[in-house]
């Protein structure tokens, strides 16, 4: 995950510069472009630490993780069968 966290980081940080340069040069475009870059930056950062933290978890309390995975189970298996009803 330390790849997808630093590629989070870079886009994130190109992001800013590119909004920066847009703020700059007074191109709207490219400011909404760098923000949207930015932030797909920081949510692939996000992503990957959630990601590391679930897996963290999982391997400290394996049958705690498997509670939690079998009760969202059921709650999603009474929402379809509340459904179709």
């Not at 950062?45 to 978890?57: E, H, I, K, Q």
């Not at 394996?62 to 009803?85: F, S, T």
């Amino acid at each position: 995950m330390e790849r997808t966290h630093a590629r989070g980081i870079v886009d994130e940080m190109a992001g800013g510069a590119q909004a920066l340069a847009g703020d700059v040069l007074g191109d709207a475009e490219m400011q909404v472009a760098g923000r949207v870059k930015a932030l797909y930056g920081k949510s692939h950062r996000l992503a990957s630490n959630a990601a590391d933290a679930t897996r963290g978890t999982i391997v400290d309390n394996p049958l705690a993780a498997l509670g939690v995975a079998a009760g969202i189970g059921l709650v999603c298996g009474a929402l379809w069968v509340w459904k179709r009803e």
